[in-house]
C-alpha cells in the first residue's frame, strides 16, 4: 500500500522499541526515517570529548558556543556522523546513555537539535521518533503514536541489545538507567515527555513487530479512508 506524503511522529519511553518501529515502517512504507534520540546522544558523546560534561552531570556553559562548530547529520539515511566520523556505535554506549538525558533538557541543546530536524525533514514523508515530535518538534504531524511497555521488559530489550553489541550489561542497572531517563525526561521544563492529546497509544509488552506494523497500517488506512483501498494505491 502506497500511504499517504504525511508525518508520523513516535514517542515514548526509553527502549519501547520505536527506532525499531519507525525503522520498519519507513522500509514498509517508503518513508524516511530519523532518529531524533540519535541526535541528543551525539550532542552527549561531542560534550565528553570535549570535556564539557563532568562525571556528576554539571555541564559547561560553554557548550552553547561549541555547538556552532558541530557538525552532526546523517549519512547515509540512519548512521549519525560527526563531521567525517561514524559515531553510530559511541553514541549507543552505557557511557553516553548515562548523561544523555541531563544533556537533552537543556533548552540551548533542544534548540540546536529540533532546528537541524526540521532540516533534515524538509523534503517530508518523514518517520522520526523521539520524546517531544508530536508535541513540539511536528505538532502537527498526521499520524502521532505513543509508545509504552512494562519497565522489565524494556529493560530486557536494552540488555539483550547491549549484549549483542559485544558489552556486558548488568540488568538491574540497565532497568535503573531506564527508569532515571525516564524520570529526568518526564521532569524536565523544556519539551517533557508527555502523551499528546490526539497521539494513539501502542503498549507492545505482548506484541511481535508484524503485529505492531499491522496496528498502524490498519491506523493510516482508517484514519484517510483507505479502509477499502486496494493494496496498492
Ligand atoms: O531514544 P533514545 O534513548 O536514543 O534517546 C536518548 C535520550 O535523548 C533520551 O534519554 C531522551 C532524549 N530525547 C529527547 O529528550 N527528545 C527526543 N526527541 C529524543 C530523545
Known sequence: MRFPDITIAIDGYSSTGKSTFARLIAEHFDFLYLDSGAMYRGVTLFAQEQGLIAPDNTIDPALEKALAGL??????????????????????????????????????????????????????????????????????AEIKIFM?????????????????????PVF?????????????????????????EDSFELNNSEMSLTEEIAWV?????????LLNAPEEV
Open 71 to 140: 557538525d552532526l547529520h546523517f549519512a547515509p539515511g540512519t548512521v549519525l556522523y560527526m563531521g567525517e566520523r561514524n559515531i553510530e556505535k559511541q553514541i549507543r554506549s552505557m557511557e553516553v546513555s548515562s548523561q544523555v538525558s541531563p544533556i537533552a533538557a537543556v533548552p540551548y541543546v533542544r534548540h540546536y537539535v529540533d532546528e537541524r530536524l526540521h532540516a533534515f525533514a524538509a523534503a517530508g514523508r518523514v518517520v522520526m521518533d523521539g520524546r517531544d515530535i508530536g508535541t513540539t518538534v511536528f505538532p502537527d
Open 148 to 168: 509504552t511497555a512494562r519497565p522489565e521488559v524494556r529493560a530486557q530489550r536494552r540488555f539483550d541489545e547491549l549484549v549483542s553489541k559485544g558489552e556486558s
Open 217 to 225: 497500517e490498519g491506523l493510516i488506512r482508517g484514519k484517510f479512508g
Open 172 to 196: 538491574e542497572e540497565v532497568l535503573r538507567n531506564l527508569q532515571e531517563r525516564d524520570y529526568i525526561d518526564s521532569h524536565r521544563e523544556t519539551s517533557p515527555l508527555r502523551r499528546a
